[in-house]
C-alpha cells in the first residue's frame, strides 16, 4: 500500500477550477519531484495534502487513513483535533521559512515538540539539538531568526519539521526566496535527509537537484498530472510539447539537464 | 491668606496632604482603569479577530461606538445614569467605569491591528507542525501580537491618564480638582496649575520612558 | 432590571437647543483646526530645522501639549490670562485659543510625519526646473503634502470635534453643557445622555464619511 495517496483530487477558487483532479500515489521512502509552470497548482496541491486549503472533492489517505475528511458516508471535514494530529505526521517546509521571530533556533525546533508531541523540555531539546546539529547549526542554536541568513533560517525551518517525525516531508519551492550562494547549503540537507530514507514530495525549480535526487519526477500542467515517471524519462524523453518548452527554459542556464 | 505663607511653596506645603491624595486618586484611578481596559480589551479584540459572526459584529458596534462618543460624555452619562438607576456607586467607581468603557475599545482595537498585522504564515507554520487553534494563539500569535500592540497600547494608556482630569467634573478629587481647590483658598493660579501640569509631563514621560526600554527589549521582533 | 419609564417629549422640546449646541461644537472644532493648522504648519517647518536654536522650542512646545490633560490648559488659559493681565478674551475666546495651540502641537506632528514622507524627487524636480527655495514649497511641496496628510488631518478634526466638550467645563454652552443643563432641569437623565451621545456619534461619523470623499478625490497617485 502507498504511503500517501491521493485520488481526484478538485481545488476551486471561487469559480475556477486549479486542481482538475490529480491522481497521486507515493511509496515509503520515495522522494517526489513536482515541476511545473508557476500557476500550474503545485502549491495549491501540497497545500491541500497538509490541509492548509480545503478541496471540494477528491480523497488523500496517508498510511490508509482518510486525512481531513470522512473516510465514508457523506463527505465532512473532521475536526480540529484529528486533522492537528494528521497535519503533525506531515511536515511541510515552506518557501518564506515562516521562522517564529520571538523564539530561537532551538525553541522553534521544541515548540512542536512539548506542545504537541508532549515531551519533556529536556527531551525536546535534546532532539532539537540533534536536529539542528544535522541541518549543520549547532553553533547557531540560541539565535533568533533575525540573526540567521537566509539559508540558516531555512535550515532551522527544515530541522523544525523533521523533528516532529513526520511520515512524510513537503518542500514548497524552499529555495526560491534565498539568494543563490545560500541555496546549495539548503539543498545538501534535503540530500541527506533523502538518503535516510525520508518520504518527500518536493516543488523545484532547481533541476540539477530534481535530477540527482527525485526517485520520480512528476510534472503538473493545468491542474493535472501531465507526465511522471523517473527523472531519465521525464527530463530526457518528455511526451509533450509543453513539458518540452518548459524543460527549454532551464536548458540555457544549466546546460541540458 | 496668612500674611506669613505667601509663598507659592509655603502654600504648596500647606495643601501637601489633599494635593498627594489628588495625586494617589489620579494614579489609583488610572491604574484601575489602564488594568480593567486592558483585560476586557484584549478578549473584546480576540472577540473583534476571531470571534463568531454575530458575537464579532456586537463588539465592533461596541468599539465604533464609543470611539465615536467624547469621554467626558461617557462620564456624565454613567455618573447620572448609574445613579437616577439608583446604583450607588461612587462618583470615583463611576469615573473609572467610563473610563474603562473608553479604555477597553481602543485596546481591543489596538489588539486586533496587531494580532490582523501577524503574518498568514505564522499560523500555517504552527498548522503544519499540528498545533491546534488555541496552542497557535498562546504560543505563536499572542507573543508577538502583544510586543507589537505595546505602542498604541501605550499611548492609550497616556490618554487614559490625561482623561482622569475629566473626573473632577463629578467631583472626584484628583490631582487637578485638588489643586484648584487649593487656588480656591490662596488665589496662586498660574503657580499651582504649572505645577499640576509638571506632575502629569513627569508621568507621562516615565510611562513613554519604560515603555521605550520594553521596546527595546524586544528588538528580536523582525521579519 | 430597574423600571425607568422613558420620556422622549422633554428632548423634543429642546431639540433646537441641542442643535445649537452641536453646531457650536462643530463651529469651535473647525476655527481650531484652522488655526491649529496654520501655527502646526510653522511647528512642523520649525522641528524640522537644523538650528536647534528652532527645532528645540517647537519640539518642547509640542511635547508639553501633549502630555499635560486638556483640560488643565483650558483652566490654565481661561483662569491665567487674566493673571497675566489679558482681560478681553470671553471664554468663548479662550477656549478657541486652548484648542488651537492643542491642534497645533497635534498637527505638527502630522505635518513633519508628512514633509519627511514626501518623496524627494519632487523637491528636486521643482528645482530641475528653476522654481526658487519659497516657491518649491508653496507650489510644489506643500500641495502635495496636504493630500498625504489629508486622513491624518480628518481624523483630528474628529477628535477635536469629540473634544469640543471639555468646553463646558468653562460653562461654554455646547452640547456637553447643554446636555447637563436639561438634564439637571428636567431629570430626564438617560434620554438627555443618550441624545447627546447620538448627536456626538452621528456627527464624528458624518465628518468621517465626508472627509472620506474629499480624500478619495484628492488622493495622491504614488
Ligand atoms: N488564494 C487564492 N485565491 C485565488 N486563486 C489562487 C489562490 N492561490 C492560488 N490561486 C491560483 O491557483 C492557481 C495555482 O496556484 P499555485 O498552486 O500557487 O501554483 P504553483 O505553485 O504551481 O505556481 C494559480 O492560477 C493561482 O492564481
Ligand atoms: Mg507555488
Not at chain 1, 51 to 68: A, F
Not at chain 2, 193 to 221: D, K, P, W
Not at chain 3, 185 to 204: D, G, K, P
Request: net charge positive; glycine share 6%; proline share 4%.
Amino acid at each position: 500500500m502507498a504511503l500517501l495517496s491521493a485520488r481526484d483530487i478538485h481545488k476551486k477558487y471561487d469559480d475556477t477550477e486549479v486542481l482538475k483532479g490529480i491522481d497521486l500515489d507515493i511509496e515509503q521512502s520515495e522522494v517526489v519531484a513536482l515541476i511545473g509552470a508557476s500557476g500550474s497548482g503545485k502549491t495549491t496541491f501540497l497545500r491541500c495534502i497538509n490541509l492548509l486549503e480545503e478541496y471540494h472533492q477528491g480523497r488523500i489517505e496517508l498510511e490508509g487513513e482518510s486525512i481531513g475528511y470522512t473516510a465514508s458516508g457523506r463527505r465532512r471535514k473532521l475536526g480540529e483535533r484529528q486533522i492537528s494530529a494528521q497535519r503533525a505526521k506531515i511536515g511541510m517546509v515552506f518557501q518564506s521559512f515562516n521562522l517564529f521571530p520571538h523564539m530561537t533556533a532551538e525553541a522553534n525546533v521544541m515548540l512542536g515538540l512539548t506542545k504537541v508531541r508532549g515531551m519533556s523540555n529536556a527531551e525536546a531539546a535534546d532532539r532539537a539539538r540533534h536536529w539542528l546539529d544535522r541541518v549543520g547549526l549547532a553553533d547557531r542554536r540560541r539565535h533568533y531568526p533575525y540573526q540567521l541568513s537566509g539559508g540558516q533560517q531555512q535550515r532551522v525551518a527544515i530541522a523544525r519539521a523533521v523533528a516532529m517525525e513526520p511520515r512524510l516531508m513537503l518542500f514548497d519551492e524552499v529555495t526560491s526566496a534565498l539568494d543563490p550562494e545560500l541555496v546549495a547549503e539548503v539543498l545538501a540537507v534535503m540530500q541527506d535527509l533523502a538518503r535516510s530514507g525520508m518520504t518527500m514530495v518536493v516543488v523545484s525549480h532547481e533541476m540539477l537537484f530534481v535530477r540527482d535526487v527525485a526517485t520520480r519526477v512528476v510534472f503538473m500542467d493545468g491542474g493535472l498530472v501531465a507526465q511522471s515517471g523517473t527523472p531519465d524519462e521525464v527530463l530526457h524523453n518528455p511526451q509533450t510539447e509543453r513539458l518540452r518548452s518548459f524543460l527549454g527554459r532551464f536548458h540555457g542556464i544549466f546546460g541540458p539537464v | 491668606m496668612d500674611p506669613d505663607c505667601s509663598t507659592f511653596f509655603c502654600q504648596a506645603w500647606t495643601a501637601r496632604w489633599s494635593l498627594l491624595e489628588g495625586l494617589m486618586v489620579t494614579i489609583s484611578s488610572s491604574i484601575m482603569t489602564i488594568v480593567i481596559g486592558t483585560v476586557l480589551g484584549f478578549v473584546v479584540g480576540l472577540i473583534l479577530t476571531y470571534g463568531m459572526l454575530p458575537l464579532r459584529l456586537l463588539a465592533r458596534l461596541y468599539v465604533d461606538v464609543m470611539r465615536g462618543i467624547p469621554v467626558l460624555v461617557l462620564i456624565l452619562f454613567t455618573y447620572y445614569g448609574l445613579a437616577i438607576l439608583k446604583i450607588g456607586v461612587k462618583p470615583y467607581w463611576a469615573g473609572v467605569i467610563a473610563l474603562s468603557l473608553f479604555c477597553v475599545s481602543h485596546v481591543a482595537e489596538n489588539v486586533r491591528g496587531a494580532v490582523q498585522s501577524i503574518p498568514q504564515g505564522q499560523h500555517e507554520a504552527g498548522m503544519a507542525i499540528g498545533m491546534r487553534f488555541f496552542q497557535r494563539l498562546r504560543w505563536i500569535i499572542l507573543p508577538q501580537a502583544v510586543r507589537r500592540a505595546l505602542p498604541p497600547w501605550v499611548n492609550t494608556a497616556l490618554e487614559i491618564v490625561k482623561g482622569t482630569t475629566l473626573l473632577s467634573v463629578i467631583g472626584v478629587v484628583e490631582l487637578l480638582l485638588a489643586s484648584q481647590q487649593a487656588i480656591a483658598r490662596n488665589y496662586m493660579i498660574l503657580q499651582f496649575y504649572m505645577a499640576a501640569t509638571i506632575v502629569y509631563i513627569i508621568i507621562n514621560f516615565s510611562i513613554a520612558q519604560a515603555a521605550a526600554a520594553l521596546e527595546r527589549r524586544y528588538a528580536y521582533l523582525r521579519y | 432590571m430597574i423600571a425607568y419609564n422613558f420620556n422622549w417629549a422633554v428632548i423634543w422640546r429642546n431639540w433646537d437647543a441641542f442643535l445649537g449646541a452641536l453646531a457650536l461644537g462643530l463651529g469651535l472644532a473647525v476655527v481650531s483646526l484652522v488655526i491649529g493648522t496654520i501655527i502646526g504648519l510653522f511647528l512642523a517647518y520649525a522641528r524640522l530645522s537644523p538650528s536647534p536654536w528652532i527645532s528645540r522650542p517647537a519640539w518642547a512646545y509640542v511635547e508639553f501639549i501633549r502630555n499635560t490633560p486638556l483640560l488643565l490648559l483650558i483652566f490654565f488659559v481661561y483662569f491665567g490670562l487674566p493673571e497675566i493681565g489679558i482681560y478681553n478674551l470671553d471664554k468663548i475666546q479662550s477656549f478657541i485659543l486652548t484648542l488651537s495651540g492643542y491642534a497645533a502641537a497635534y498637527m505638527c506632528e502630522v505635518f513633519r510625519a508628512g514633509l519627511a514622507s514626501m518623496p524627494r524627487a519632487y523637491g528636486e524636480a521643482a528645482k530641475a526646473i528653476g522654481l526658487r527655495p519659497w516657491q518649491r514649497q508653496r507650489h510644489v511641496v506643500l500641495p502635495v503634502m496636504f493630500r498625504i496628510t489629508l486622513p491624518a488631518v480628518s481624523n483630528n478634526l474628529i477628535s477635536l470635534f469629540k473634544d469640543t466638550s471639555l468646553a463646558a467645563a468653562i460653562a461654554v454652552p455646547e452640547l456637553t453643557f447643554t446636555a447637563r443643563q436639561i438634564n439637571a432641569n428636567t431629570y430626564r437623565v438617560i434620554e438627555c445622555w443618550l441624545t447627546a451621545s447620538a448627536l456626538y456619534l452621528v456627527t464624528a461619523y458624518a465628518i468621517a464619511i465626508a472627509l472620506r470623499q474629499v480624500e478619495k478625490r484628492y488622493a495622491v497617485v504614488r
